[in-house]
């Protein structure tokens, strides 16, 4: 799987967050949650709309994101 079969980016949502599978919930807010301390079981507990792979695209998006990143740095 992908990160960009699930993570949509559409203009007039969440001002153009990246977004999971068109919801309001952004790939920030997974990541924030994690971040702060939440498993994944705890996500997905308060979110069931959310699934494993949501979650995991939220961590390839990031990690690719990083990727780039660091690729535009070392240039």
Request: proline letters at 4%.
């Amino acid at each position: 799987m992908s990160y960009r079969e699930r993570i949509t980016i559409e203009p007039d949502k969440r001002g153009g967050k990246p977004c999971i599978r068109r919801m309001r919930i952004t790939v920030y807010d997974v990541l924030g949650w994690l971040a702060a301390g939440m498993t994944q079981a705890e996500i997905l507990d308060d979110f069931p709309e959310l699934s494993d792979e949501d979650i995991r695209a939220c961590l390839e998006f990031a990690a690719d994101r990083e990727h780039r990143l660091v690729a535009a740095v070392d240039r």
